[in-house]
């Protein structure tokens, strides 16, 4: 499942997936790829939140930890469209040659304010792919114009 933005939606901001082994991938918003050390279980059930701020900036929580720690930017596209889409059980274009993508979601829920977690950060195993240039979170003030907290 995933976020992707623009116009055209080209550009992914988040996805979170997993692999062959079960191990949750996240595609974090600096452009990092990481493994989570945690598996993912058939038959579980998991609480996934895709909590974005802005319409550019974004975190990923499963069971209430959140997964891509400190990694947030801003994307480099001022396009004012922001985000086109939302996707589970795959965004068509990486899940195009497969067969047999099966997922069920319950309670899918879109909210236009800020969330708040305490879980703080799942154990990560590896970061897959190198970061692209990180830029620093938003300020504090930034935050408080926003009405918005610093996340843990």
């Avoid at 055209?8 to 493994?35: H, I, P």
Wanted: hydrophobic share 35%.
């Amino acid at each position: 499942m995933g976020v992707r933005v623009g116009s055209n939606g080209a550009e992914k901001l988040m996805e979170l997936s997993y692999d062959s082994e079960k191990k949750w991938r996240v595609l974090c918003s600096d452009g990092t790829t990481k493994k989570l050390r945690s598996t993912w279980e058939k038959e579980a059930q998991y609480q996934v939140a895709i909590v974005l701020q802005n319409g550019t900036q974004g975190t990923v929580y499963v069971d209430g930890k959140r997964v891509c720690g400190n990694a947030q930017r801003e994307l480099e596209t001022t396009e004012p469209e922001g985000i086109s889409h939302f996707y589970i059980g795959g965004d068509r274009v990486s899940t195009e040659s497969q067969e047999g993508v099966s997922v069920t979601v319950k309670n899918v829920l879109l909210y236009n304010r800020p969330l708040t977690f305490s879980g703080g950060d799942a154990d990560l195993e590896e970061v897959i792919a190198a970061a692209l240039e990180a830029t620093a979170p938003p300020s504090e003030d930034t935050l408080s114009r926003l009405g918005a907290s610093a996340l843990p």
